[in-house]
């Protein structure tokens, strides 16, 4: 079930809301969050059935194993505590790699051996990568003594929750359990539902609107790159690479304010997850910015478990590859994924080297002039987009020719629609022309593709995100420090103003449901 389709937006939600209030107003709490449980099971096996008893043997064991650490940590027996840590987090992660990693494992092997290995299809488990982590972060929260609490219902929720349960945040013991056993949830309060309800559907618009429109554009580029072309010139090679930074932005950034927003129709906050990572001025507060959930696990239970930068610089460059590799890894199992990784690796580590350099250890945009300001900006936009051909390409190859075109190593062909307009300045076109500069149809692009992009990327630096929109009501879990809005007018209230703006974008968007497809990051 997604929730961009209209059985979930219908159906689904507004039940489960209804019920839960409805029990919760009875004061039967432990009955209300079991409720939830219920229905996010439910939500979860609308995909497939069978996987829902692989999801509750997987909380059922993880939570055993969590019992068992606080146990031994209590007793004081350091080396049984330890001991069964790295069993639980072993076993999870071979449930994980053999879902996820064992068939990529086998056709590498068989690609260097000319063997013929195979276990057949597998199906992955949807959102096995998320609750996985989520547990595993638990786990080791429990090993160092940060579970205060534990209560096998709300654990359940806690792993199950729908709003994150499929493509995130991945969420931390002590964020959440607090709230669900708090009783005040039960209490309907129409501000924070309204609020939800406007997050929600910004999400959606966001979704529907933007980001399956774009797709659009991206789509045949990297279909061409894929059955071989290499007719991908410089302007349709940017068009594409540009699109699909555009459509994952927009698609991952809707689902996350709907997830958001879904949480606060509980009275549920959950932890901020993307914060307009665009806007960045390094690669380092890129990754501050984009999945912040997904970077605060990899650093907190990977990047400082290697060291982090307490050995020396050259260890914490080695920590810094190894983390980014295993990141690239975990989006997807494929070579592409591990090489998008290994760019983000680099980048961090030339971001640190840079700022050793400088003698600077943390982020300073503020005190840089507007013109650095913008070309840092700019160039760490670049180089996202860059990255993200090969994320996006379906091989390495593909990925390649794509890159290729970007770097203008297959032709400069201009879009038709410049002639006209170049001729007004003193026929710069035809003299172009005349000089072998050819100007071709783009059948993807021609008309509304670049004009489309160009606005994407202005709304995309210079307009405020949801939660700067909505920030004086506090939706999210979150310590970021992120701009704050300089025109009130422009802060979500209860106004008619407000009320009008998410009317219309409830309406577009729910125009849009006609065709439904699948978030982004489902896949990984």
Avoid at 133 to 146: G, R, S
Wanted: positive net charge.
């Amino acid at each position: 079930m997604l929730f961009n389709s209209p059985i979930f937006i219908f159906v689904f939600l507004p039940i489960v809301i209804f019920t839960f209030y409805f029990v919760g107003r009875r004061g039967y709490h432990r009955a209300a969050i079991a409720w939830l449980v219920l229905s996010s099971l439910f939500f979860y096996g609308w995909w497939n059935p069978a996987y829902i008893m692989l999801l509750l043997v997987s909380i059922i064991c993880n939570y055993s194993f969590g019992l068992w650490i606080i146990k031994a940590g209590v007793k004081q027996e350091v080396i049984r505590q330890k001991r069964l840590l790295i069993v639980a987090v072993a076993a999870n992660l071979l449930l994980l790699g053999y879902y996820k990693y064992a068939n990529f494992f086998l056709s590498s092997v068989n690609s260097l051996t000319g063997s013929h290995l195979s276990l057949g299809e597998i199906i992955l488990p949807l959102g096995i990568s998320f609750f996985t982590f989520t547990q595993i972060a638990f786990l080791v929260d429990a090993y160092q003594d940060k579970v205060k609490k534990h209560n096998l219902l709300n654990y359940v929720l806690f792993v199950t929750y729908f709003p994150h349960l499929i493509a995130g945040p991945i969420l931390h013991h002590k964020e959440m359990m607090p709230q669900f056993e708090n009783k005040q949830i039960l209490d309907f309060r129409l501000q924070l539902f309204v609020v939800g309800l406007s997050i929600f559907f910004i999400g959606l618009f966001k979704k529907v609107i933007i980001a399956d429109t774009i797709a659009a554009y991206a789509t045949p580029v990297f279909n061409a790159a894929s059955s071989g072309s290499t007719s991908i010139t410089f302007f349709s090679a940017w068009g594409g690479a540009l699109a699909y930074a555009f459509q994952l932005y927009y698609d991952f950034s809707g689902y996350s304010d709907m997830a958001i927003g879904i949480s606060l129709f509980f009275g549920i906050r959950l932890p901020l997850n993307f914060y307009s990572p665009y806007k960045a001025t390094n690669i380092i507060d890129f990754w501050r910015r984009w999945h912040m959930t997904l970077s605060r696990f990899l650093r907190d239970y990977l990047y400082f478990a290697l060291g982090g930068n307490r050995k020396g610089k050259a260890r914490r460059y080695i920590n810094l590859m190894v983390t980014m590799l295993l990141g690239g890894l975990w989006h997807g199992a494929g070579w592409p994924y591990v090489i998008w990784g290994g760019l983000h690796a680099c980048y961090l580590m030339i971001n640190h080297a840079w700022r050793s350099l400088c003698g600077t250890t943390r982020l300073n945009q503020d005190s840089m002039s507007w013109i650095g300001r913008w070309f840092a900006r700019v160039l760490t936009f670049l180089a996202v987009t860059v990255a993200w051909v090969f994320f996006r390409a379906e091989s390495i190859d593909a990925a390649l020719k794509v890159l290729r075109g970007m770097t203008g190593l297959n032709g400069f062909i201009l879009p038709s629609p410049l002639l006209p307009i170049l001729n007004h300045v003193g026929s710069l076109g035809t003299y172009l022309d005349d000089q072998g500069l050819k100007f071709i149809r783009d059948p993807v692009f021609d008309q509304w593709g670049y004009p489309l992009l160009l606005i994407l990327l202005a709304f995309t630096w210079f307009a405020p995100n949801t939660q700067q929109f909505t920030a004086r009501y506090k939706p999210t879990v979150s310590d970021f420090e992120g701009d704050s809005l300089r025109s009130s007018w422009l802060q979500w209230g209860l106004t008619r103003y407000s009320a009008a703006f998410c009317a219309l974008l409830t309406f577009l968007a729910i125009l849009g449901l006609n065709e439904v497809s699948e978030f982004l990051y489902f896949q990984f």
